[in-house]
């Protein structure tokens, strides 16, 4: 399974941008998605998750209720809506996924990964 991450950039702060994830390769039933990222200087850390069809998603608590995950099965795609954006969401943000219907927030249990793209806020 290859991941590839896209739609990283500069924003202001309270911006908003999407990323994206396409997955290619032997898609698995079951696979769970989600967006990590990792700030200079700070350990990688969880920021949403999604169930392979979408019933469960979950967020960090920093995030919640300014981003979004979905998922577009036919397209294997997932997406990260990201709203009110503030400096410290500055960070490469990296899709994962996990072969197992349940979300983990735990990076170790994820066994793919993308490449990362960076997503910088300004103040």
């Known amino acids: 399974v290859q991941l590839q991450a896209s739609g990283g950039g500069l924003v202001q702060a309270g911006g908003s941008l999407r990323v994206s994830c396409a997955a290619s390769?032997?898609?698995?039933?079951?696979?769970?998605l989600a967006w990590f990222r990792q700030a200079p200087g700070k350990e990688r850390e969880f920021v949403a998750g999604?169930?392979?069809?979408?019933?469960?998603?979950r967020y960090a608590d920093s995030v919640k209720g300014r981003f979004t995950i979905s998922r577009d099965n036919a397209k294997n795609t997932v997406y990260l809506q990201m709203n009110s954006l503030k400096p410290e969401d500055t960070a490469v943000y990296y899709c994962?996924?996990?072969?197992?219907?349940?979300?983990?927030?735990?990076?170790?249990?994820?066994?793919?990964w993308g490449q990362g793209t960076l997503v910088t806020v300004s103040s």
């Open positions: 390769g032997r898609i698995f039933s079951g696979f769970t």
């Open positions: 994962a996924a996990r072969i197992s219907f349940f979300v983990s927030m735990t990076s170790g249990e994820y066994h793919y």
């Open positions: 999604i169930s392979w069809r979408g019933a469960s998603t």
